[in-house]
């Protein structure tokens, strides 16, 4: 089997850079260990940037989106029992979309299979070979039988515990790695989401958000220490630890069935470079943010953008240098994400440390008070476009 590009990994990155580079008449095959059920119902991010929104837009994906998507432009600061809106039209004349990642999954599989792309459902891929070579080969297993995909380049994006990363030798990389003292219990709830904007709450019982999925479905988050189990957690501790860390006079958390509970640890990881050879990494495979600032599936889409841009550039003029940029490039909007999401994880979530809890709430005092901070926040959130 040969293709030119070998994508390793169907979360959003995988197949959006398959299917960019089919736009570009090159061809590639997409290997997935997981089934298409599992990987189009995975509960994950739900924000996308104005950039990225745009991104989306601009490759024909855009439309469901533009129709079911919901625009938001801001978002609320709740602390001491007051609240704060940040209103990104204002600030910085952008806004975000309230779209899951779910639903870009599912339009990107329903895109590459209809215009004939190979996504292989059930390819686990188990050793990436010769990455410095001319003739890379990505060893997998389907349906028990042991193959060979051979390929011009690989783009690795099977996220955070995909073979990509330790692909690269130990010497040519360095990782940065921070696990944060707290993990989020994250809940989905059949219930109309009980205000319009996204509410990020500090509270001294600990952070919470208020999210949502749609008309008719909330998401919801806690602060929890890090060895929580929910199963612990029944559906009432839940709702009443939301309300009162939401609480606001004149306002009310609108309860309903919990459909899905999970744990999300909170982590800070970066590896330099972002490529060896011909492998490329691309999304969590190379860099995991906190979700306080919803940048991962940002990240992860504008990541493959670039190498998508650069095998253009490469297949059809020959030209090597966005390729060989990719790592700098990518780079440096990584670390902005990655100091954006600590920034905010930092700001919102109570730590033991009494000295430090006083600081964050002068810090949203600060933030509530003064057009630059907010600006900067807004800008962050809904994304830089220059990156
Ligand atoms: N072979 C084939 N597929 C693999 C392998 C492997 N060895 N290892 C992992 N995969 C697959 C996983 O099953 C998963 O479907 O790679 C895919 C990686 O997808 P994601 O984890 O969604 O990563 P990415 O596309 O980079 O998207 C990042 O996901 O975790 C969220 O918040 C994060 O929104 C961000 C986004
Ligand atoms: C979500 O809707 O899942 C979500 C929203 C904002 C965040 C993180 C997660 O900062």
Redesign the pocket.
Known sequence: MRTRVAI???????PLLSHMLHLAGIDSVV????DRAY?EARQ??GVVEHGAAELLQRVGLGERMEREGIVHSGIELRFSGHSHRVDFTDLCGRTVRIWA?TEIVKDLVARRQADGGQILFG????AIEDAKGDRPKVH?VRKGSHQVLECDYVAA???????GRRSLPRQAVRTFDRLHPFSWLGVLADVAPSSDELIYARHERGFALHSLRSEHVSRLYLQVPNDTDPAQWSDERIWDELSERMALPGWELKQGPIIDKSLTPMRSFVTEPMSHGRLYL????AHIVP?TGAK??NL?LNDVSLPAQAFIALYTHGDHEPLQEYSNTALRRVWRAEHFSAWMTHLLHTFEDAFENRLQHDHLEFLASSRAASTQLAENYTGIPHL
Do not use: N, S
């Open positions: 390793i990994g169907a979360g959003p990155a995988g290997l997935e260990t997981r990987v994950r991010a990642q390819a686990q891929a188990t997998f994006c099977d996220g955070f515990h995909g073979i691309a999304g969590d495979t979700p991962g599936l992860a």
